[in-house]
Structure formats: structure tokens, C-alpha cells
């Protein structure tokens, strides 16, 4: 299967705070003045559409990744290469930063965020059919957060010349009004959101749970430690449990590693319920590690937890793509 991932490409600064941020913000409030120190600071490449395609090529694929940069992205362009991820239509801009993601995390996994959009406002430049001539067509999009008016570009160029797509708009939905929103998602085979996308998806569109999987064919909500809900068109609904309690010193990344374990399972074409259950997998091996792009794909560690989590037959079934 041929699959190009859209959307942001950043370098993450993130730093771990040995406290509980909801005893600042009481005490802060109402000017909302909140300053602590900060116990540690690691420097990742991260942004979503980076992550995902660097999860992708972990398990075997080779994904094409599309975004905007800054010329300070090569050395992580040289990383992304060397897995086998093709880097060769990413958008180079002549005046802004790669886009940074600068994260404090508490105690608690709770988060305090900020994000400098930088060469991410040029995503406009890049359009999907050129790359599709390019590389012999478009068997998936993953359009990931990124400039919004890009994602709705990109949504709008799919529709028109049939490249079935995912529609993940995360971080970017407070930014899109209902409209924009409804534009973003129609015609897409998967949305992708967390629980809380998911409501204020609906909030801001006005939609039901049966009027959204009239827009969309599949919809796909991760919900932390309670696992992954899919609800097909049909009114076909499972529920993916997480496996095992995981030991997270950072949940950042967690999200996309799911999407690039969900996405691979279904170029293998496996079912919905082993796509869900390889995401969450993969989505453990993001979480254990500090930073998205830091894990590594072990075939053996991976079949055993699928079996140990999963069953004998599931890891039947993923043992046939792994190798």
C-alpha cells in the first residue's frame, strides 16, 4: 500500500516537571501567571505527520511524507531516510523555522503546551498529485493537524481525484470552526480522534454520533488506558482493550504511534479489530520511551506481546508481516 502522511513535521523540546500542575493553576488563578522549574529537558524530531510516517517505517513500509520544513530539518530528513521513509516532496521554506512543539509534563501526565507553527504555514505549497504521478498513485492519505486551510486543500484533493483518505485534525480543531470541519472530514474512509477531539469535533459540527459516520466510513477514538473504540457506517462498533498497564515517562507521541500501527495493519489487510490492536501495541512501545521517534520495533517483542495481550490467533496473523 502505498500511503503519504500529511501534516506537521516539528522538533519537540520536552521537559518533565516533579510536581502537580493543578496545584499551580489554583494558585495562580485568576491572573494566570504560572512559572515552575522544570527537571529535565530532552530535544526530539516529533510532529505528527513525522511521527506516524516514522512508526510506519519501523514496521516495514515505506511511507511518503509530506510537509513543511525549515532548513534546519536535514539531520532529522538524514533519521527519517535511513528508516525508509520518503522525504523527496517535503517543502523546504526560505524563511521560517521547522515548527517546534515545547511540552512541560507533571506527575500526573497532565500537560502544558505550546506549539511555534513556523515553515508549518507554507504546507499549502504541496499538493498530492504530483506525488501521486510521481510514485504510481495513492493507495491512502493521512491527513494529519497541520495548516488548516492545507488539510482542508488536501481533503478537498483527495475527494476529487479518489484518493481515499484519513481525516486526523488533533491539535488543529480548536483553530476550525463547524464548517471547516464538516469540509475536513466528508468522504473520508477513517477519522481518527481522542475522546476529547472527538466531542468537540461534534460540538463545533453540530453532529450526532449517527450523522458523523454518515460523513465518514470508519470512525476511530482512542481513549487512553480504556483502549480504542471503531464504529463502522454499518453500525458494526468494537472496543480494542489495552493489553497491559504501561509505564509512560512521557505520553507524547502515543497517538501517533496507535495511527502508524492502525494504518499498517490495514495496508496488510487485517481486519479493523487486529488494525486497533496492533495500534495500541505500537503505541505502548511509543509510550514507554521519552520522545515519539525514540522506539524501536522488535518483530519477537511485538508478536509476544500480541499474543500475550491479544491471543495465539492474532499473532498468527501479524507473524505473516513481520519479519
Known amino acids: 500500500m502505498k500511503i503519504a502522511v500529511a501534516g506537521s513535521i516539528a522538533t519537540d523540546q520536552l521537559m518533565t516537571f516533579d510536581g502537580h500542575f493543578g496545584e499551580l493553576l489554583r494558585e495562580a488563578l485568576p491572573q494566570v501567571f504560572v512559572s515552575f522549574l522544570a527537571d529535565e529537558l530532552v530535544i526530539r524530531c516529533g510532529g505528527v505527520a513525522a511521527n506516524i510516517a516514522f512508526g510506519l517505517a519501523q514496521l516495514g513500509m515505506r511511507p511518503v511524507l509530506l510537509g513543511a520544513v525549515g532548513k534546519d530539518f536535514e539531520e532529522h530528513r538524514a533519521s527519517l531516510r535511513g528508516l525508509g521513509v520518503e522525504c523527496d516532496f517535503i517543502h ?12 512541560a509534563t507533571d506527575r500526573d501526565d497532565n500537560q502544558i503546551a505550546s506549539f511555534y507553527a513556523g515553515a508549518m504555514a507554507e504546507t499549502g505549497a504541496i499538493r498530492l498529485v504530483p506525488v501521486a504521478e510521481q510514485i504510481g498513485g495513492l493507495d491512502m492519505v493521512v491527513i494529519g493537524a497541520s495548516d488548516p486551510g492545507a488539510m482542508l486543500a488536501q481533503a478537498a484533493e483527495c475527494r476529487a481525484n479518489g484518493y481515499p483518505f484519513a481525516a486526523d485534525p488533533s491539535q488543529q480543531l480548536p483553530r476550525m470552526n463547524g464548517d471547516q470541519v464538516v469540509e ?56 480494542v482493550a489495552v493489553p497491559a498497564s504501561i509505564e ?76
Open 92 to 103: 523546504v521554506s526560505d524563511k521560517a523555522h521547522t515548527a517546534r512543539f515545547i511540552c
Open 184 to 239: 475536513l472530514i466528508t468522504g473520508a474512509d477513517y477519522l481518527l480522534t481522542n475522546e476529547y477531539e472527538k466531542s468537540l469535533l461534534q460540538s463545533k459540527a453540530g453532529l450526532t454520533d449517527e450523522q458523523l459516520l454518515e460523513l465518514v466510513r470508519v470512525r476511530v477514538t482512542t481513549l487512553g488506558k480504556d483502549g480504542v473504540e471503531i464504529a463502522e457506517r454499518d453500525g458494526a462498533t468494537f472496543h
Open 248 to 323: 509512560t515517562p512521557d505520553p507524547t507521541g502515543g497517538g501517533d504511534a496507535f495511527r502508524a500501527g492502525f494504518f499498517a495493519a490495514l495496508s496488510w489487510d487485517l481486519s479493523l479489530v487486529r488494525a486497533g490492536q496492533l495500534g495500541s501495541l505500537v503505541a505502548g512501545l511509543a509510550l514507554e520511551n521519552i520522545g515519539a521517534q525514540e522506539y524501536q520495533v522488535d518483530p519477537t517483542v511485538l508478536l509476544d506481546r500480541m499474543r500475550q495481550g491479544y491471543g495465539e490467533e492474532a499473532a498468527r496473523d501479524l507473524a505473516r508481516h513481520l519479519s
